[in-house]
C-alpha cells in the first residue's frame, strides 16, 4: 500500500507503515518498541519485524538515543551509560522515559495518521519489551493485544548481562534496587492481571536466547497464567534457531528480514489478527 513514513512525533522518532490492505473506517494500531540490540532501532525494527498481515498500522518507535537520536550517529552513548551505571544510566531511564513520552507520541500520530486508538496492540523486543510491560502494567492506555519477543522481563536479568560484559559486579545498593523491583514483571504480574479487561499476551522466546531471560518468560507465563480468567489468552512460543537478536549487526538501517525473523513476524501476526479484531 504505502512506503514507510519516517519523522518524529512529541520528540520520539517513529516509523509508521500504513495498513498493506484495504481497511474500512480506522483501522487498528500497533505499536512497537525496538531492541538495544539488532535491531537497534525503530526503521530497522519495522524492516525486520514488518507485521505486514495485521489489517493495522504498525507504529515503530525509537528508544532514546537510539535511531534519530544516535549521538554522532553510534551507540558509544549507550555503552558508557551502561558502564557508568547499568541500573540507574541505562535500563530504568530508558524504559521510563519511553514509557513516559509514549501517550503524547501516540496522540500526535493519531491526529495525523488517523489510526483507532481503542483498538491498540504494543510489541516489544528486548529492553522495548519492558516499555510495552510497562505500558501494561501501568494501565492508563487500553490495550487489546500484546506480543513480546526475547523480553526483558526482569532488570535484574539484564543487569547480570552487563556485569558478565564488563567482567564486573554491578554495585547496588537502595535507588537502584529499587528501580529494579519496578521493572520485575514477574513481580507486578498483579498489575497486568488486574486490568479490567485482561489483556491476550504472546511471548516469543528464542531457544538461543539469554538463559535468564529464557526463564524469566516461563515464569511470566506461569504467573500470569495462573492469574487470566482465561489461561489461553497467555501464550509462550519457543522458537528453535532464535538468539537474542532478530537481526544482523549492525542492525541501525534497515535490512531485508532474517528467516528467523519472518519465522517470528508470522506468528506475532496471527496472534494480533485473532486478538486485535
Known amino acids: 500500500m504505502g512506503e514507510p513514513v519516517t519523522g518524529t512525533a512529541a520528540g520520539v522518532p517513529f516509523t509508521v507503515l500504513p495498513p498493506s490492505a484495504e481497511v474500512s473506517g480506522p483501522a487498528p494500531v500497533v505499536v512497537a518498541w525496538h531492541m538495544i540490540d539488532a535491531p ?8 525486520a519485524l514488518p507485521l505486514a498481515g495485521v489489517p493495522a498500522w504498525r ?36 524504559v521510563r522515559q519511553a514509557a ?4 503524547a507520541a501516540l496522540a500526535e500520530l493519531r491526529e495525523r495518521f488517523g489510526f483507532d486508538t481503542s483498538r491498540t496492540a504494543v510489541v516489544g523486543g528486548s529492553l522495548g519489551g519492558a516499555v510495552a510491560l510497562t505500558i501494561l502494567a501501568t494501565r492508563e492506555i487500553p490495550v487489546r493485544a500484546a506480543a513480546l519477543i526475547n523480553p526483558a522481563v ?3 536479568s539484564v543487569i547480570g548481562l552487563v556485569e558478565g560484559m564488563l567482567e564486573q559486579p554491578y554495585p547496588w545498593n537502595d535507588e537502584s534496587e529499587q528501580a529494579a523491583d519496578q521493572l520485575d514483571f514477574v513481580a507486578r504480574s498483579g498489575e497486568i492481571s ?13 531457544e538461543e536466547d539469554f538463559p ?22 497467555i501464550r509462550l512460543d519457543r522458537v528453535p534457531g532464535l538468539a537474542h537478536p532478530l537481526a ?7 535490512a531485508p528480514q532474517l ?3 519472518k519465522q517470528v513476524d508470522e506468528t506475532i501476526t496471527e496472534w494480533l489478527v485473532r486478538h486485535l479484531g
Open 212 to 233: 535468564s531471560f529464557r526463564a524469566d518468560a516461563d515464569e511470566l507465563v506461569g504467573t500470569l497464567r495462573g492469574q487470566y480468567s482465561v489461561p489461553g489468552e
Open 259 to 261: 528467516p528467523i525473523a
Open 248 to 254: 544482523e549487526d549492525p542492525g541501525i538501517e534497515p
Open 40 to 47: 537497534r532501532s525503530d526503521a530497522a525494527f519495522a524492516a
Open 194 to 206: 488486574a486490568r479490567e479487561k485482561q489483556v491476550p499476551l504472546l511471548v516469543v522466546s528464542g
Open 154 to 156: 526482569r532488570a535484574r
Open 100 to 103: 513516559l513520552e509514549f501517550p
Open 59 to 94: 507504529v515503530y518507535l525509537g528508544m532514546p538515543l537510539c535511531g534519530a537520536r544516535m549521538v554522532d550517529g553510534s551507540m558509544d552513548a549507550i555503552v558508557e551509560r551502561a558502564q557508568r551505571d547499568a541500573m540507574l544510566a541505562y535500563v530504568d531511564p530508558f
